[in-house]
């Protein structure tokens, strides 16, 4: 008898003379490039280093694309966009010590956010390892001990051999749901060192399915029939598992509201009948939900801000469905079921009973002119003029990506991202820097499109190098700068709560001026000017530059 995978295992006759007869003048680095090439990679991220050469001297006898940025931490923020909108695992090549730990901002948000980033980091040669002090330049104790709280997993490489393994086994790790970080390091004279191996060609790595206990869903699916007032949470899971379309159909199937997280931007449409939209930041919203006899909670842990910072005390049964196990009922007590949302919603829609409530768009109508009308008591007709004119100057489907900063803040309660997958912040670690490294990424993995960067002063001056990265590669980025003359919204939690602010203040360029000096064409707007600016920088190919100088304030909390 013929099995499948002795099919599988048996090479042709090209593909014995191509191992017996590799090419002459390749090095451990090529095994680097050949597997992710393999795997099917196409773009790598990245910055060398003096440890780090073999896989950058590799790179130039591969069919990849090599984007360098000039901080590492840039470098992970734009794989971690790379791997959001792509959906695909995200090359990032690193080199030792100071190289790697640069990365470690951008490698948690990737873990927060869920990002498939598969960072490759060089390591002192092999004699160095196992914790001795060597001196080798670049030397840690134990550097994989630094990721190894950040990631999904490690993989230590100390031969040739073990490369394509150990990187087929990271890409695994780093696209099975959740996606993650993952980390895999290798010596520097493994990289060097000439080798005789066989060319790396495929690569077998397909990632676990997550899928949900039928028995649980059973369960999930009479409770949701049944329910008098059944809602649902729709986090950045749902995004991620391109699930935004059975979760509309399952709404309407139970006539159930739906919020989205400021994770899960996008999931639900903004303007539909039962959409809540995204104010989880606001009383009026959490009371709606308290009052829920059956809450379905899709891909989120309901953390802090979903839970508006955990003043969220449900009263009715929560089914909860996260890919993250370690994410189940870590924050409320649930019907806890363990499964990618797309396939736990698809054995939902396939055993739930339709349900008819009249009553739900009416009281989502109540809801949202609640909440309408708490902002408009606050005299921010600045702040949500701003919103609406980003708004009106991006194109549907184009991506914007929004560091820590008050505008962002603003955004994620009150932007229609409209499409899912589109709207991408910093939300899941907060440190600032996202944006505009971000967007380059997310320009290298969708070229001609335009993306948006926001950002403010403060978090601006974590990427200004960038500016060089967006013009070497003329990449189709325009990045608004919203400048309040330092952390604005620092100033203002520092000011209600002590009375004043410290460190807050910053010394800034002059970003126009800075922008042409780089050769991106810069433009000062305001908030009258700033939709008709934006679209315009938009509508440019390659990159460019909008500075509004604006003092923004925050909508007050309902949390405190």
Request: a negative charge; proline letters at 7%; glycine letters at 10%.
């Given at each position: 008898?013929?099995?499948?995978?002795?099919?599988?295992?048996?090479?042709?006759?090209?593909?014995?003379?191509?191992?017996?007869?590799?090419?002459?003048?390749?090095?451990?680095?090529?095994?680097?490039?050949?597997?992710?090439?393999?795997?099917?990679?196409?773009?790598?991220?990245?910055?060398?280093?003096?440890?780090?050469?073999?896989?950058?001297?590799?790179?130039?006898?591969?069919?990849?694309?090599?984007?360098?940025?000039?901080?590492?931490?840039?470098?992970g923020f734009a794989a971690d966009a790379y791997g959001r909108i792509t959906g695909e695992a995200a090359p990032l090549?690193?080199?030792?010590?100071?190289?790697?730990?640069?990365?470690?901002?951008?490698?948690?948000?990737?873990?927060?956010?869920?990002?498939?980033?598969?960072?490759?980091?060089?390591?002192?040669?092999?004699?160095?390892?196992?914790?001795?002090?060597?001196?080798?330049?670049?030397?840690?104790?134990?550097?994989?001990?630094?990721?190894?709280?950040?990631?999904?997993?490690?993989?230590?490489?100390?031969?040739?051999?073990?490369?394509?393994?150990?990187?087929?086994?990271?890409?695994?790790?780093?696209?099975?749901?959740?996606?993650?970080?993952?980390?895999?390091?290798?010596?520097?004279?493994?990289?060097?060192?000439?080798?005789?191996?066989?060319?790396?060609?495929?690569?077998?790595?397909?990632?676990?399915?997550?899928?949900?206990?039928?028995?649980?869903?059973?369960?999930?699916?009479?409770?949701?029939?049944?329910?008098?007032?059944?809602?649902?949470?729709?986090?950045?899971?749902?995004?991620?598992?391109?699930?935004?379309?059975?979760?509309?159909?399952?709404?309407?199937?139970?006539?159930?509201?739906?919020?989205?997280?400021?994770?899960?931007?996008?999931?639900?449409?903004?303007?539909?009948?039962?959409?809540?939209?995204?104010?989880?930041?606001?009383?009026?919203?959490?009371?709606?939900?308290?009052?829920?006899?059956?809450?379905?909670?899709?891909?989120?842990?309901?953390?802090?801000?979903?839970?508006?910072?955990?003043?969220?005390?449900?009263?009715?049964?929560?089914?909860?469905?996260?890919?993250?196990?370690?994410?189940?009922?870590?924050?409320?007590?649930?019907?806890?079921?363990?499964?990618?949302?797309?396939?736990?919603?698809?054995?939902?829609?396939?055993?739930?009973?339709?349900?008819?409530?009249?009553?739900?768009?009416?009281?989502?109508?109540?809801?949202?002119?609640?909440?309408?009308?708490?902002?408009?008591?606050?005299?921010?007709?600045?702040?949500?003029?701003?919103?609406?004119?980003?708004?009106?100057?991006?194109?549907?489907?184009?991506?914007?990506?929004?560091?820590?900063?008050?505008?962002?803040?603003?955004?994620?309660?009150?932007?229609d991202a409209r499409h899912p997958n589109t709207m991408h912040s910093a939300q899941g670690a907060g440190g600032l820097?996202?944006?505009?490294?971000?967007?380059?990424?997310?320009?290298?993995?969708?070229?001609?499109?335009?993306?948006?960067?926001?950002?403010?002063?403060?978090?601006?001056?974590?990427?200004?190098?960038?500016?060089?990265?967006?013009?070497?590669?003329?990449?189709?980025?325009?990045?608004?700068?919203?400048?309040?003359?330092?952390?604005?919204?620092?100033?203002?939690?520092?000011?209600?709560?002590?009375?004043?602010?410290?460190?807050?203040?910053?010394?800034?360029?002059?970003?126009?001026?800075?922008?042409?000096?780089?050769?991106?064409?810069?433009?000062?707007?305001?908030?009258?000017?700033?939709?008709?600016?934006?679209?315009?920088?938009?509508?440019?190919?390659?990159?460019?530059?909008?500075?509004?100088?604006?003092?923004?304030?925050?909508?007050?909390?309902?949390?405190?």
């Amino acid at each position: 008898m013929t099995h499948d995978h002795d099919l599988v295992l048996r090479p042709t006759a090209a593909q014995r003379e191509a191992a017996l007869n590799p090419p002459p003048g390749r090095n451990g680095g090529d095994l680097v490039v050949e597997t992710l090439a393999g795997l099917g990679a196409s773009t790598v991220f990245g910055l060398p280093g003096q440890h780090a050469l073999g896989m950058f001297d590799a790179l130039r006898r591969s069919s990849l694309r090599y984007v360098g940025l000039r901080v590492e931490n840039n470098a992970g923020f734009a794989a971690d966009a790379y791997g959001r909108i792509t959906g695909e695992a995200a090359p990032l090549l690193l080199s030792t010590g100071p190289g790697a730990l640069m990365s470690l901002a951008a490698l948690q948000e990737a873990a927060a956010a869920s990002a498939p980033v598969l960072a490759i980091g060089s390591q002192v040669p092999v004699a160095g390892l196992g914790g001795g002090r060597h001196g080798y330049l670049h030397e840690l104790r134990d550097q994989q001990a630094s990721f190894r709280d950040v990631v999904k997993s490690v993989h230590t490489v100390r031969t040739q051999s073990q490369i394509p393994s150990a990187i087929a086994a990271a890409w695994e790790s780093a696209l099975t749901a959740p996606h993650g970080p993952v980390w895999v390091e290798i010596p520097q004279d493994v990289l060097l060192a000439p080798t005789t191996l066989p060319v790396v060609t495929a690569m077998d790595a397909t990632p676990e399915e997550v899928v949900p206990r039928p028995e649980l869903t059973a369960v999930a699916a009479d409770l949701l029939s049944r329910a008098a007032r059944p809602a649902i949470i729709a986090g950045g899971g749902v995004v991620r598992a391109d699930a935004s379309g059975k979760l509309l159909a399952l709404a309407e199937r139970l006539d159930a509201p739906v919020v989205t997280t400021f994770g899960g931007k996008g999931a639900f449409p903004w303007r539909h009948p039962l959409s809540l939209q995204s104010w989880l930041e606001d009383r009026h919203t959490t009371d709606f939900l308290e009052d829920a006899d059956v809450l379905l909670v899709v891909g989120s842990g309901l953390g802090e801000l979903s839970s508006n910072y955990h003043t969220f005390a449900p009263r009715g049964r929560v089914v909860q469905i996260e890919a993250d196990a370690g994410k189940l009922e870590s924050n409320h007590p649930a019907l806890g079921i363990h499964a990618d949302a797309r396939l736990a919603l698809q054995a939902l829609l396939e055993t739930v009973e339709p349900r008819e409530d009249a009553t739900a768009p009416e009281r989502v109508r109540t809801v949202l002119a609640k909440v309408a009308d708490r902002i408009a008591a606050q005299d921010l007709g600045l702040e949500q003029g701003v919103v609406a004119a980003v708004r009106e100057a991006l194109p549907d489907r184009a991506p914007s990506f929004w560091d820590m900063t008050i505008l962002a803040y603003w955004a994620w309660s009150a932007f229609d991202a409209r499409h899912p997958n589109t709207m991408h912040s910093a939300q899941g670690a907060g440190g600032l820097g996202y944006a505009f490294p971000a967007a380059l990424g997310a320009a290298v993995a969708e070229p001609g499109r335009p993306v948006l960067a926001v950002s403010g002063d403060g978090g601006a001056m974590y990427s200004l190098a960038e500016l060089a990265t967006a013009r070497q590669y003329g990449l189709d980025v325009t990045w608004l700068i919203v400048d309040d003359g330092g952390y604005g919204i620092l100033r203002e939690y520092m000011t209600d709560a002590f009375g004043e602010a410290t460190g807050t203040e910053l010394t800034r360029p002059d970003f126009v001026a800075l922008a042409e000096s780089f050769g991106v064409p810069g433009v000062r707007t305001t908030p009258d000017t700033l939709a008709a600016d934006l679209a315009k920088a938009l509508a440019q190919p390659g990159p460019s530059v909008v500075v509004l100088p604006a003092l923004l304030r925050m909508f007050e909390p309902t949390h405190l």
